[in-house]
């Protein structure tokens, strides 16, 4: 068996010992897993395997595709857009993308694309996956598009086009592509690896996605529903990850590459106030418009109740997200299978969390909401 690699300060002992019985249990294939606490690495640990032949052991810079936790990214992206005034997260997104006012746009506003309350959360079928790769043409298709309700009086989840949204405004506003952006203005700075696609130098050092396995059929969704609308558009199989197409596009909903390390570094601004070793990404201000309730009820895409900030989710009790405490300022969001971003304020920390074995969840695994709560109980914080 692999054994767990990298450090962890004494008193995260027995979150060490959790993720080695995951991984010796079978429950984890290889993983990562780090908590940054008041701009300290205090956890950094990772092990398993590459993949399922267990040829290759998962390093230190081994990294993975975390699915959505991607979006906690791409709107921190868009904040630091927003923090440096050249765009309003309440101003109309046409300001800035005039196309995108077409067919009854014209009012939707920054806050509400990155909120997943714009009414544009999939694309029109039929759409294919490499359709959605071309970033300029989609997002012209999107632009073309009618609101599904009518924009925040309601929300359901963007799964892929609210990359494509923000990367927009993103590259009307700053002239770079989110991409470029990610990597030169929050990856380079806060020396985080994590990247949205993946290089192909980087493709020795990626740890191949092993998808969920088959859940229980889910019910049909109502013809010409949201969910019935917004399914199949596009088809995605988890397999997809491993591809040449999928790590070279710039899916900013979905594709970034990471690690725990990784994923916590680059959420590390919000947590420390906006500011890392002496370089400002984010004012105070613009931290509070996070917290800012943007929705709060049933999903009308994936049919489960959740709580939206503006760009991030945020834990309530009564919603899908219930296995962090919901006292104080927390945010973060995850990602297919299991993956994981959490954000605390209150506590200045930072979790990052991705794995290549995916289990049949849309966001918090039983291995994602073990450790968050073994990390809680640890700063005796209750859940």
């Known amino acids: 068996m692999a054994k767990v690699q990298g450090h962890s300060e004494d008193r995260f002992a027995s979150l060490r010992a959790l993720l080695q019985a995951k991984l010796d249990s079978g429950e984890e294939l290889g993983a990562s897993l780090a908590v940054e606490l008041d701009g300290k690495l205090v ?7 590459l993949d399922e032949s267990k040829n290759k052991e998962w390093q230190e810079d081994t990294v993975v595709n975390v699915w959505s936790t991607t ?3 791409s709107s921190l992206a868009a904040l630091v857009v927003a923090d440096r005034g050249l765009i309003d997260l309440d101003e109309k997104v046409c300001v800035y993308w005039p196309e995108f006012a077409a067919n009854g746009k014209g009012d939707i506003k920054v806050r509400q694309i990155m909120s997943h309350t714009s009414g544009v959360p999939a694309w029109e079928k039929p759409v294919t996956l490499e359709e959605v790769y071309d970033v300029p043409t989609s997002s012209a298709r999107l632009a073309q598009q009618a609101p599904w309700w009518t924009p925040g009086t309601a929300w359901g989840y963007h799964i892929l086009t609210h990359g494509h949204l923000i990367s927009e405004v993103i590259r009307r506003t700053t002239g770079k592509s989110l991409k470029q952006f990610i990597t030169e203005e929050l990856a380079q700075p806060l020396k985080a690896d994590f990247q949205l696609g993946l290089l192909p130098e980087d493709y020795l050092r990626v740890a191949t996605i092993v998808p969920p396995p088959p859940g229980p059929e889910p019910s049909k969704p109502a013809p010409g529903s949201v ?6 558009a596009p088809v995605i199989d988890a397999s997809v990850a491993n591809t040449k197409g999928w ?27 906006g500011t890392v070793n002496g370089t ?5 201000k613009t931290i509070d418009q996070i917290f800012q309730e943007q929705a709060h009820g049933v999903d009308l895409v994936a049919g489960v109740k959740v709580r939206m900030g503006t760009g991030f989710g945020l834990p309530t009790k009564d919603t899908y997200w219930d296995w962090t405490p919901t006292s104080g300022r927390i945010c973060g969001w995850g990602g297919w299978g299991g993956s994981m971003a959490v954000v605390d304020l209150d506590r200045r920390m930072t979790i990052g969390y991705a794995m290549n074995k995916m289990h049949n969840v849309g966001m918090g695994s039983a291995c994602t909401k073990a450790y968050v709560a073994e990390i809680y109980r640890i700063l005796d914080v209750e859940i």
């Open 280 to 284: 400002k990404f984010l004012s105070t």
């Open 227 to 232: 969910m019935e609308k917004a399914s199949g």
């Open 247 to 273: 790590r070279d596009a710039e899916v900013g909903a979905g594709n970034g590459h990471g690690n725990g390390r990784s994923v916590a570094k680059m959420l590390s601004p919000i947590a420390l106030g």
């Open 71 to 73: 979006k906690t990214i």
């Open 43 to 49: 956890v950094d640990l990772w092990g398993g395997y």
